[in-house]
């Protein structure tokens, strides 16, 4: 049986049952980020994420770009937790024959996404690979003992996010299908995927409140992500809207394609933040995010089962597809995929 | 410019002039962890390294084996800064035709060389990529401020390792270079580069005494790890003695080759650790390590300056050569080399 048979969530399945469990670590299996108490001083949040030049890098990304986009990764899942990230480290696989000079705007970029979330890179190793691999790893503290995971979603509870979805799924359509667009459309979907915007001020603003019962960033998708909350809360989802920038209904219109298609299950890559927020926390919280220059949206409300998107008044069901490293696109599928 | 032009240490400054320095680490640049202090709580130690699966693993490495070896490349660096390791995560980049039971054995050997140190393997990512790629991270906890850079040493300190060099060496010229060997070396050889020891015990021992100015592990080979600690302390180190097992003695004999070379310049990827431990405290810190089952072997003294190897009645300088990502062997050599 070979990695490719059974996709990422198979190959990671397999590595955990080959790891004995650290009973202090508190998010276990299936949450992304690693929790592990330091009594008074908060938790320790640790993440660790990897570009890989071939796979992750679009073409027309600049060096820069690539450094930004590897720290967000990183910073975005502690920051989801509700810890303040507190440094970031990387390790470093480059081809010999790389320019120097494009490595320095890669750290650059690292450096510039890092502050952005108020710290810094401290660490790394570098290493000869025939690929340019950038692993980093980001440490996080929550103070107290409130970290948001993904388990921990109640019935009643608003899911919402900090922004919308569907530009990266537009700018993987442009990219890599060649998909015409007209040129204000094109250069918001390609920023968002080369420089995706870190949710630090919002998730910061939201952990201090403590009104998140559980959340995630989204880079699996929105699809998968509503799924894996749902499976670890064991709560349902009714999705009454969801965020759709106006360039990205104007290229479905274009091209005849269905921008919740587009939104839910094409993009991945996308670093809005979703919560489940209690109820009665809701007006509180979405002030506070208000008063740190962002915005919540509202997607809708965990129920006690079943995952569905009730717009206009016609009811579908949301399924687990978007990207899996191995897999490629859909559910089980199996047309490898080179993305990009 | 490229990578290749410059060498590891080049393409490092480049990137470490890149980036912004965080004022509250403690460790500075030229040292390869991170350190930043938690108050009461102590110090928390992060370090990242990477093994790249075409470079960095040898003929005859079983998958347990590459596990074991990726971890204690992680868990070394963080117990020669006088750290428990508090956890280890891992981001994996792999081949999509890579079998899945020889996964879920590298995570053993990740696991079991975890737990010898009395931590587990918490997180990780796996992403697709065309070689293996294990980058680790180690987080650890220094109690108090009593971390062990490698600044500190000071003249008339006793230079000492946890253990003997050249075998390392002795196994690459084997495996790489075809050298015949006795069954009986060839083992010990080829055994110290699949199953390095993580020196956990005699780390903790040394740490919990406070009695090392300066420390690392020996990984980019001894020559130049002794430069690194005289280089970053402003001292001059006399060695009156390398510790050299018998099997190395036999290979260099064999093959006429300078054992002192073996063991000076010839390795890396050897984990023993090396500390310049305070004269005042040195029985106590022998006692100490030979009371968790373990051996200091002392090499000589810091000086005021200068770097000499004395054995014997003759003096020779100790050249900072030995393995760089990028050059290969030797000093500013140009030897692109894989190894292996």
Known sequence: MRVS???EIGAHGRIQRALRRDPRELLGYGDDAVAIPLGDWGTLIAHTDVLVGSRDVVEGMAPFDIGWKAAVMNLSDVIAKGAAPLTLLFSW???????????A????????????????????????????????????????GRIIGRRGAKPGDILASTGPFGLTSVAFKIALEGLEAPGRVRDRALQAIRRPIPRFREGMAIAELGSASAGMDCSDGLAKSIHWLS?????????????????????????????Y?????????????LYCIRPGLWEETAEAVEGVGGRLEVLGRATEGGLA??????????EDRGWEHFKGWGRGGREQGRRP
């Open 5 to 7: 048979d059974v996709g």
């Open 231 to 259: 499976r670890m809360s064991g709560v349902g989802f009714e999705i009454s809207s969801i965020p759709i920038p106006g360039e990205v209904l104007e290229f479905a219109e274009l091209h005849g394609l269905d921008p």
């Open 261 to 273: 298609e587009l939104a839910l299950y094409g993009g991945g890559e996308e670093y809005e933040l």
């Open 309 to 318: 998107l009730r717009i206009d008044g016609a009811s579908k069901p949301i």
């Open 93 to 103: 696989g480059i081809p010999g024959d790389y320019e120097l000079e494009a490595l």
């Open 105 to 144: 705007e890669i750290a650059s970029g690292m450096d510039a996404a890092a502050r952005e979330c108020e710290t810094f890179v401290t660490g790394g190793d570098t290493s000869e690979a025939d690929d340019l691999i950038l692993a980093g790893t980001c440490l996080g503290l929550a103070k107290g």
